[in-house]
């Protein structure tokens, strides 16, 4: 058996543009560049062949996948577990702020000596962010489609796509990734 997931992040927000931490607890819809991205989305996916789409209930991911769904003819379904980390009392604050503020845990999060057990002030691990997207994953592999869109975000596809070799690299607006089970592997195709 083979699956292909394409895993994609959300378009832009007001709260993205102004360097302000989202988490799984602001929820913010699209700007206007956001839904010129996930039109040009649309563009790139379609000649993959798309079955199905599974979304974040968070509003920016699952704007983004409807904006796609409707360019596709395809439905979208939630899945809780693909929203973004718990960023914890950091949520709606700038970067520079939460780096002013906590300069020990920001370089600890950001540190290449990648530590999965760091969080946020009553937020959620790395960890915990990953094992939250492997039981997402888990769900899609009982499903019927077998090319299926997945619409997350930044923080929770980072931790999740670190246990298939791809490093904690910031990641842009509607970035797309190709991951792939098959015989009970998975593997990241990074062409």
């Known amino acids: 058996m083979r699956k292909d997931f394409y895993l994609f992040r959300h378009g832009e927000t007001d709260y993205n543009k102004d360097f302000r931490?989202?988490?799984?607890?602001?929820?913010?819809?699209l700007n206007a560049t956001g839904i010129s991205q996930a039109e040009?989305?649309?563009?790139?996916?379609?000649?993959?062949?798309?079955?199905?789409?599974?979304?974040s209930p968070l509003k920016r991911a699952l704007e983004t996948a409807q904006i796609v769904a409707t360019q596709l003819k395809l439905k979208v379904k939630i899945i809780p577990e693909l929203r973004e980390g718990n960023l914890g009392i950091c949520e709606g604050m700038k970067k520079q702020d939460i780096a002013n503020k906590y300069p020990d845990l920001w370089r600890k999060w950001y540190d290449d000596e990648i530590d999965l057990s760091v969080r946020w002030p009553e937020g959620e691990s790395k960890l915990e962010m990953q094992q939250r997207m492997f039981k997402a994953f888990e769900k899609m592999l009982s499903t019927k489609g077998d090319i299926i869109g997945v619409s997350s975000h930044?923080?929770?596809?980072?931790?999740?796509?670190l246990a298939f070799g791809y490093g904690p690299h910031k990641m842009p607006n509607t970035a797309l990734f190709h991951l792939i089970f098959e015989d009970g592997k998975w593997h990241l195709n990074q062409n």
């Open 154 to 161: 930044s923080g929770a596809m980072r931790y999740f796509l």
């Open 40 to 55: 040009a989305l649309s563009e790139r996916l379609k000649p993959l062949g798309l079955e199905i789409i599974y979304s």
């Open 21 to 29: 931490w989202q988490g799984c607890g602001i929820d913010m819809p």
